[in-house]
């Protein structure tokens, strides 16, 4: 029999919408939801399959669990700097995810591998809708022989911000300089006009985004070798919202390379979600512990790029109603 998979922080905005995907991707998979209200978590997890909903303390090694229980993974929704869930997961030699965005909730667990290289199966998804936009990246690259440029521009709706985890996120993102850009195959963190990029969407609507400090532009740097990389984000209105609908999440690529024909070419792509940025974050983190679960027993650290199947996140994104369209320009 299967292990339940643990979700810790499972019944906030984007664990209600992860475990109605996995509940799709992965129907056989019992899980547990976990937070500090052992009824808020029952009472949201009697609206699922194969669901259970627990109290837990991040403060405890233990995490104040039966000794005897037995996870197939645990994936970490809060903004919780605890070390404990990861060490746990390592003691049970289990995968491990978590999607805190800020660059210093990285560096703890980056360092648990130090100790544990045998043990360690951390999947980091500290990156942008949980690594979607690196693997919709990556995957929008996939005609070009070689990379000159890319460019993402990242719309989110100011009505579609989440819950208290997610807001902790744009708090910090808010008192921090620009990110890193990569210009010429040099890294530097942008400033005045530098910081900023002009994106039009295929509506026509424009949108002016701030270099986003995370760690999306450094991956996709690497896995594409293109030369100049940056990705820059907004909070605003979305074209969906406009029209009175569902606030959307819109993510704009722009491509300059060599096609495989020797052709010089420069394309954009729209990935927009109508189900917001929450929605899409979950399905990120519902493809990283779909990922993990194929091969369970394979050790070590991963970033999206090495866990994840840019094919599988944008089978599973479009599955969810995303639209991926090139747009002319």
Not at 49 to 75: C, E, K, W
Not at 91 to 100: D, E, G, L, R
Not at 157 to 182: W, Y
Request: glycine residues 8%.
């Amino acid at each position: 029999m299967t292990h339940p998979f643990l979700i810790i922080g499972g019944y906030g905005t984007v664990g209600c919408h992860l475990v109605s995907l996995l509940n799709e991707f992965l129907p056989e998979l019992p899980i547990v939801i976990a937070g500090r209200n052992a009824q808020k978590a029952t009472d949201v997890a009697s609206r699922f399959r194969n669901t259970t909903g627990i109290a837990i303390d991040t403060r405890r090694a233990d995490l104040g669990l039966n000794p005897q229980v037995q996870f197939s993974g645990i994936a970490l929704l809060t903004n919780d700097l605890s070390n404990y869930p990861a060490e746990f997961a390592i003691k049970q030699s289990i995968p491990y995810t978590s999607i805190a965005t800020q660059l210093n909730h990285i560096a703890p667990k980056l360092a648990l591998y130090l100790d544990n290289p045998s043990a360690c199966r951390v999947l980091i998804q500290d990156t942008s809708f949980a690594g979607a936009l690196i693997s919709a990246g990556i995957y929008c690259t996939n005609k070009f022989r070689s990379v000159e440029q890319i460019k993402v521009g990242v719309l989110m709706d100011e009505n579609d911000l989440g819950g208290p985890a997610s807001m902790a996120d744009f708090d910090d993102f808010a008192q921090k300089e620009a990110g890193l850009v990569l210009v010429n195959s040099q890294w530097k963190v942008p400033h005045g006009n530098e910081a900023q990029h002009k994106y039009t969407l295929q509506d026509g609507s424009i949108f002016i985004a701030s270099s986003l400090p995370g760690f999306d532009a450094a991956e996709l740097a690497q896995i594409t070798k293109a030369h100049s990389v940056r990705v820059d984000l907004i909070v605003g209105q979305s074209p969906a919202s406009r029209e009175g609908n569902k606030p959307s999440v819109e993510v704009l690529y722009e491509i300059d390379g060599i096609l495989a024909n020797g052709v010089r070419d420069n394309i954009r792509i729209q990935l927009t979600h109508p189900e917001g940025q929450s929605f899409m974050t979950a399905v990120g983190v519902a493809v990283g512990i779909e990922s993990m679960l194929l091969n369970p027993k394979n050790t070590g650290i991963y970033l999206t790029s090495q866990k994840i199947s840019p094919d599988l996140m944008i089978e599973r994104l479009i599955q969810t109603g995303a639209i991926l369209q090139k747009i002319n320009i």
